[in-house]
Structure formats: C-alpha cells, structure tokens
C-alpha cells in the first residue's frame, strides 16, 4: 500500500500541513526541492505518524496511491508552475493536484484549465492560519472541479480546524474560487489589523494610556463582541515587554510595517469589478505610508495640533467609544469583503455561499472571531444579503454604535492621528444610508466636458445638456 497523499514543498507551511496529515493517521509522501528540509522533518517528527519521505520528484510521485492526491505548499508564483511542469509527465489522467499556497486566483483560473486539458485535476486551495494552523487545523479554503474535490474532502475536512463540530473547510466553487476567497479573508485581514492599530494609536495618544493599560482594555475587549485571534494576540503583545531594553515590545519595533501582496491583489481586482473595498484600501496604504520613511522624515515637522491627552474619566468613556468605532468599522470591512466576493461570484460564474466562507473562517484562520457566526447566520437567513448591513442584527449594532464611531473619528482629527481604517468605513456608512449623493453633481462634470449624459430622477433615458450652446436638454 502506498501513501494516500503527498505534501511537495516543506518550508514553514507544507512541514506543518504534512505533520497534520501524518497525526490524523493517514499515509503521507514527503519531498522537497532541497533534500534537506524532508531529512529535518523526518529526523524531527517522523514518529508523528506514518511518513513516506522521498529524495526525488519521481519517488515521490511512485510512492502515492492512484488518483494520486499531490499538495503542493511551494513559494506563489513561478515556483508553483515550476512544480507542476515536473510533476505533469509523472502523472495519470485523474491524478489531483491540490495547490495549497497563496496563489493568484487568475494563475490557479490557468493552471487548472491547462491541466484539465490534459485530464489531470486541479485545486486551488487557499489555507489559512499560518504555521500553528497548519499543524492544529487550518481553514481550508478549496476551489476546483467537484470531482477533484470529492477524493481529497475526507482528508482535508480531517485536517482542518472543527468549530461546533463542523469543519472549517467547504468546497467553495470551480477553477479559482477558492483562492479568490483565502485573498479576500487576507484583505479583510489587512483591515482588521489595521483598525485594531488604529483603536490602538487612540488609545494611546487620545486617552494617554500606556501599552500595559491598553493589553488590559483589548483584553476585556476580547471578551465582548470582538472576540477574536487577531483582539487576543493584540493584548498578548502590547502586555510584551522587550528583553534587551525592558520597554514595551511596542515601542522597540521600527514602525514600518510590511506586505506580501495579499491585501494588494484584494484591492486590485476589487477595482476591476468596482466594489468598493475603502476599509481594505486604506489599510494596504497605511502600510505603504508607514514604509516611505525619506517622505515621512520630509513632513516630520509640519505642524499639527497640541498634543494633548484627555483626564483619566473622559479617558475611560473615550475607551469604550474606541469599542464600538472598533466594531462599527469592522463591520463595515467585512460587508467589503462580502460584497467582492460576492461581486466575483457574480463575474466568474462561481455561485459562492458567502454563509458558508463566514463559517469556515470562525476557525484556524487569522481573522477567526465569534462575529462570524452572526455573519453566518445573516446570510444563512437571506443568501442574496444585498451586504451585511442589510441584516438587523448588524443594522442594530452598527447604528447603535454610529454616535460612538463619530465622536472618535473627530478626536482623531482633532488630535493629529491617523485614523484611515476608522474614517473611510464610517464614510462608507454614510455614503451608503444618504438619500441623495453628490454623484448626481458628478454626472452633471462629466456631461459638461465630455457629453458623458446623464439619466433624470424623474424620466427613464439618457440626457446631455448642450452646455456650450443654449443650455437646452437633449434625449440622448
Ligand atoms: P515559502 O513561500 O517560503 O516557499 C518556500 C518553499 O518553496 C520551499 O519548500 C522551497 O524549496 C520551495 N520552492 C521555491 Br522558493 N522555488 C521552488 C522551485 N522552483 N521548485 C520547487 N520548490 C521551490 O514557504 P511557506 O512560507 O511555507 O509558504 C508556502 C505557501 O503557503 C506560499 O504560497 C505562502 O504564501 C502560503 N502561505 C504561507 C503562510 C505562512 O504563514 N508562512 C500562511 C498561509 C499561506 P527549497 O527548500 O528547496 O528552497
């Protein structure tokens, strides 16, 4: 009997996914371009479970059973077609390649046309969680040809992360689906740490407090309605003090923060379909801002307001308005996220159950958090949602908390912080709920120089004012 699946690729990821594999007691073949990371995991953990390792690409592939079930958890981009061209002349019609890395969903929309053309199985399969979820369980996010997916669902619900006796793992669509989907939970990622960097930068220079004080707060937080991953590892590493200097973790850390382009091909495509993603926008910029150290050191001396903290009481009132501008906003980048996936759906042919990517996310993943069972059932109630703020609870919660949301957003600009993620979501709130936009004085710009046209609020058609002649109305 041979293995029953194979991991080629064992960096971070693909060791901790095989170790999964291998702990659920299924038969795994491991390999890896340097022989050296398979001999590690081997001498390490080959008493995990039951490991087949191989030297090369063609023991590997001898050592699977048929169809053979490959996952392949290598670096994005040309090394993943590198892999495949190795392993295409070593495989049967039937065999299944399962692309576990974060691939871009039009390469994985390529990739599996190509070698469905040559009757082999591919897919996409975004994962979620990072080194500790690929060893505990992971969210796993597949997209690919039903029949690809019904051999290797046994093994992958195994090995996911369970929540409520489900697991986080549901076959999400055809061809890219399921990479589009793990890239939009990486833009709502972006959003939700910047939002909680945002509440965090408030607390701090708006109420004063100091890193332990705001550990605490998120700590309470986590408590509440934000219970999440990304709340709870906030407080454990603002609660951090450095060994070297005895400071907050904090405030040793060069405030540059980095990306490996998730978040920009989230807003990217969201542009191409034209959904707007502001939230996310804003926290892929602020990291490209908080980058451009020459332009910040250039505008370090513009001046600003008077620094100034607030007394200890209204400190404590501003804190629980960070909370709900927290939730407020947060909400607001997961109607985002919904609603480009949604769009995608829409443009792809993928028929997408956004319940059931809200239910696969509640465990594994990053942006794990309580709030996506009631994302869950929003959409579960009504799966043509036109966005979550349709939904009451959501409308309650978001309302409830808009007076809270305000007063922060203006104690940020009045103050002097940068609060990108909090102000361009309650923008986007307000632009939604407006009976009249100033769209309609846009349409009236782009008639004006360009014969555009416009449609009227009170007749069908399509209008243009002759604004260099008499001014008189034309049916366009
Ligand atoms: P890396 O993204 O760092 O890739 C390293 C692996 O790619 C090694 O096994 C390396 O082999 C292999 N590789 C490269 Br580079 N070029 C190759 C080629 N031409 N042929 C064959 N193998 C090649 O690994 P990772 O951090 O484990 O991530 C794997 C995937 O999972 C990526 O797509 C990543 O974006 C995604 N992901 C990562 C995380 C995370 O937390 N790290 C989370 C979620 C998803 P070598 O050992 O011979 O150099």
Same mark, same amino acid.
Request: proline share 5%.
């Given at each position: ?29 491991? =390999? ?19 490991? !087949? ?23 994005? /981009? ?7 061209? $190795? ?24 990739? &599996? ?43 992958? %619900? %195994?090995?996911?992360? @369970?929540?409520?006796? %489900? #697991? ?16 939009? =939970? ?9 939002? *909680?960097? &945002? ?14 004080? *705001? ?18 590892? !906030?407080? $454990? ?7 070297? %200097?005895?400071? +907050? ?8 923060? $980095? ?32 980058? =451009? ?11 600003? +307001?008077? +620094?100034?903290?607030?007394? #200890? ?10 909370? @709900? ?10 109607? @985002? ?14 028929? *997408? ?38 939904? @009451? ?70 209008? =243009?004012?002759?604004?260099? /002649?008499?001014?008189?109305?034309? &049916?366009?």
């Amino acid at each position: 009997m041979g293995s029953e699946i194979g991991v080629t690729g064992l960096a971070v990821m693909g060791q901790n996914l095989a170790r999964n594999i291998a702990r659920h007691g299924f038969q795994v073949a491991v =390999h890896n371009r340097s022989e050296s990371r398979t001999k590690q995991l081997i001498e390490r953990y080959g008493d995990e479970g039951e490991f !087949t390792p191989a030297t090369t690409i063609e023991e590997f592939v001898a050592a699977l059973d048929r169809p053979r079930r490959v996952v392949i958890m290598v670096k994005a /981009g040309g090394p993943v077609d590198a892999v495949i061209d $190795e392993l295409v002349p070593l495989l049967d019609k039937g065999d299944i390649l399962i692309d576990g890395g974060n691939s871009h969903f039009e390469d994985t929309r390529r990739r &599996e046309s190509a070698l469905a053309e040559r009757g082999l199985h591919f897919l996409g399969t975004g994962v979620s969680g990072g080194e500790e979820g690929a060893l505990l369980g992971p969210s796993i996010m597949p997209g690919g040809p039903d029949d690809a997916y019904e051999p290797v669902a046994p093994i992958l %619900t %195994t090995i996911a992360a @369970q929540v409520d006796g %489900t #697991p986080c793992c549901a076959h999400i669509g055809p061809d890219g689906a399921g990479h589009y989907v793990k890239m939009a =939970h990486n833009g709502i990622e972006y959003a939700d740490m910047q939002l *909680i960097a &945002e509440a965090y930068d408030l607390l701090r220079n708006v109420a004063g407090y100091e890193p332990a004080q *705001i550990a605490e707060t998120f700590h309470s937080w986590n408590k509440g309605r934000l219970d999440s991953y990304l709340i709870e590892i !906030t407080a $454990e590493i603002l609660a951090h003090k450095d060994a070297a %200097t005895g400071k +907050p973790f904090v405030d040793v850390v060069a405030d540059a923060a $980095e990306q490996k382009g998730t978040g920009r091909w989230t807003v990217q495509t969201a542009l191409d379909l034209g959904v707007p993603v502001s939230g996310i926008a804003e926290a892929v910029f602020a990291r490209a801002v908080s980058g =451009h150290g020459e332009l910040r050191r250039s505008a370090a001396g513009l001046p600003g +307001p008077h +620094p100034s903290v607030l007394d #200890p009481r209204d400190a404590a009132r501003f804190a629980d308005q960070v909370e @709900q501008a927290l939730y407020a906003s947060k909400v607001i980048s997961y109607t @985002q996220g919904f609603h480009q996936i949604q769009a995608a759906g829409a443009e792809f042919g993928w028929d *997408i159950d956004l319940g059931a990517v809200a239910a696969l996310w509640r465990g594994g993943c990053i942006i794990r958090a309580a709030f996506l069972d009631d994302i869950r059932a929003a959409y579960a109630a009504d799966p043509a949602l036109p966005g979550l703020l349709a939904d @009451q609870r959501f409308a309650t919660g978001v309302g409830e908390a808009q007076h809270a949301w305000r007063t922060v957003v203006a104690s940020a600009a009045r103050h002097g912080i940068a609060a990108p993620g909090f102000s361009a979501s309650l923008a986007y709130y307000d632009a939604l709920r407006a009976e009249r936009l100033p769209a309609a004085l846009t349409q009236g710009q782009r008639d004006y120089f360009g014969a555009h046209t416009y449609r009227r609020t009170d007749r069908e058609g399509s209008f =243009h004012t002759l604004w260099g /002649g008499d001014r008189s109305e034309v &049916e366009a």
